[in-house]
């Protein structure tokens, strides 16, 4: 890269990685580095967020995420996670239907007992 370009992408740098070229190149090409690696980790950061909310919302209804997912599939119902972690916040009714038909199609989902809500702790003097 010529010398132009590479101050133009140390633009905000600190210290003498923005001016002197020297640096200013070895920290560009890190920075190139980590922006390349963190374009994939966003993504599997995102996967993982998604997950969690699905299995959030279908732990409300008994469930849990994996017999969730495997009903959907036996159904043949494809949403894909980031459509169903969407539909687990903001669209809880139809959420639910989506859980209630992955509990008919899976029996492993039938046994599940939703848990009795916890009280507040109380202190005991």
């Known amino acids: 890269m010529n010398k132009d370009k590479i101050f133009k992408l140390a633009k905000g740098f600190r210290g003498r990685a923005k001016n002197c070229i020297r640096i200013a190149r070895e920290r560009v090409e890190k920075a190139l580095q ?4 963190d374009r ?17 919302g279908t732990r409300l ?5 994996g017999n969730f997912m495997h009903g959907l599939m036996k159904e043949n119902i494809q949403l894909n996670r980031k459509v169903l972690s969407e539909l687990s916040m903001h ?3 139809s959420f639910k239907a989506l859980v209630d038909i992955s509990r008919n199609v ?18 005991v003097a």
């Open 61 to 65: 209804h008994g469930v849990n995420y």
């Open 106 to 123: 899976f029996p492993g989902n039938k046994k599940v007992v939703i848990p009795p809500k916890k009280e507040g702790l109380s202190i």
């Open 40 to 56: 994939r980790n966003k993504k599997r950061d995102m996967r993982s967020l998604w997950i969690e909310r699905i299995n959030a």
């Open 91 to 93: 669209e809880p009714y």
């Open 34 to 37: 980590y922006s390349y690696r």
